[in-house]
């Protein structure tokens, strides 16, 4: 027979894990955004250093140099960014999936137990 006090429960944990993966999920965009604007306010302030440096610049060769060293520079700290920011992603999806991961697994038990295997032809 249905109950009711078992189902109210189970809406009421499924409701709570939805709302702190929102929350959770949320939060970890907010990172990746404050994250992604440090970096930009960063790559700006970088590139303005740079050019001011390289207008006061007498030589081809010291300009040539320098434009080489910030190309450079510019391209690490660029990867570095991109990892950290898929890194971050990754963890974001990791924790989103999280509270849907035993429910999950204990679905496709059911599954496996309740589907026959039909038998290998020869």
């Given at each position: 027979m249905f109950n009711f006090d078992d189902a109210n429960r189970k809406s009421k944990e499924a409701v709570d894990s939805m709302l702190k993966s929102y929350s959770d999920t949320a939060k970890g965009f907010q990172a990746i955004a404050s994250e992604a604007a440090e970096y930009s306010k960063k790559s700006f302030q970088d590139a303005v250093t740079h050019f001011?440096?390289?207008?006061?610049?007498?030589?081809?060769?010291?300009?040539?140099?320098?434009q080489t060293n910030y190309a450079k520079s510019s391209y690490e700290a660029f990867v570095s960014e991109a990892t950290k920011l898929g890194e971050m992603y990754a963890d974001l999806a990791k924790n989103a999936y999280k509270p849907y991961e035993a429910p999950m697994a204990a679905a496709a038990a059911k599954?496996?137990?309740?589907?026959?295997?039909?038998?290998?032809?020869?």
């Open positions: 001011e440096t390289l207008s006061g610049l007498k030589s081809f060769e010291a300009a040539f140099e320098l599954v496996s137990k309740a589907t026959p295997v039909a038998p290998a032809a020869a």
